[in-house]
């Protein structure tokens, strides 16, 4: 557990006997899958080789309702909520996306601030000047200004880091956060993630990368396997 002050201490995500209906747009649906992040807890999945997409991220950030079970954020079931109060809350998540996630008509500067600039009344200029600090600590000289689709994949990969940890979510999914950027990206991803958890934010993080799933520095507080739709849970010792 990362938070110093128990205070802090409050469930921010959880998944109670959630099932998902099956959907081309994933290779799995998930199946039974029961855990609770507080502030300050990291969730460490590991994914099988090949299995890139499940509905435990959208479902996270209430962009898919459960045929069975109940998903809850910050207290409060996804389905109560009113789409303006979804939205303000999904505003509270930050998300790296596997192999999708970005508007191709926009630039990716555009892209990384478009949520900050859509769910807080932040000046633009402290939007800005807080991605251009989490670029070069990323690894890039600065903002990108081209299209996404014009756009190397590890450079791609960067910005969504940039996105992810954007305006301090009090959530941060990550999926696939190191492709194309393993193992060299691991030294800041790792620093940016006790950070996020230091000041009580909860992160899930979707790999199937072998050395993520091994890297004691990481301090994960549950650890999950995926079989099919299966999440294999066991909380780790502090």
Request: hydrophobic share 40%; aromatic share 6%; net charge neutral.
């Amino acid at each position: 557990m990362h938070t110093t002050n128990n205070e802090k201490k409050r469930p921010l995500v959880c998944f109670t006997g959630v099932s998902t209906e099956p959907d081309p747009a994933y290779d799995v649906p998930l199946w039974n899958v029961d855990f609770t992040l507080e502030a300050g807890e990291l969730l460490l999945i590991r994914l099988e080789r090949g299995q890139l997409r499940i509905p435990l991220a959208d479902a996270a950030v209430g962009l898919i309702e459960p045929i069975e079970g109940q998903i809850s954020f910050q207290g409060e079931d996804w389905k109560s909520m009113t789409p303006d109060q979804a939205a303000a809350r999904r505003g509270r998540c930050g998300r790296v996306f596997t192999g999708r996630g970005w508007c191709s008509n926009m630039s990716l500067n555009d892209n990384i601030t478009l949520a900050q600039r859509h769910h807080t009344h932040r000046p633009e200029t402290a939007i800005e000047a807080e991605a251009a600090n989490l670029a070069h600590y990323f690894g890039l000289p600065g903002l990108p200004l081209w299209p996404p689709g014009q756009t190397r994949p590890g450079d791609l990969g960067r910005a969504g880091l940039i996105r992810a940890f954007l305006g301090k979510p009090d959530l941060v999914v990550l999926e696939q956060p190191t492709r194309h950027l393993y193992p060299e990206i691991m030294p800041p991803l790792m620093n940016a993630i006790r950070a996020a958890r230091d000041r009580g934010a909860a992160v899930i993080l979707l790999t199937d990368e072998p050395g993520i799933w091994n890297e004691a520095a990481l301090r994960p507080t549950l650890k999950g396997t995926m079989f099919g739709s299966r999440m294999q849970l066991a909380r780790q010792g502090d």
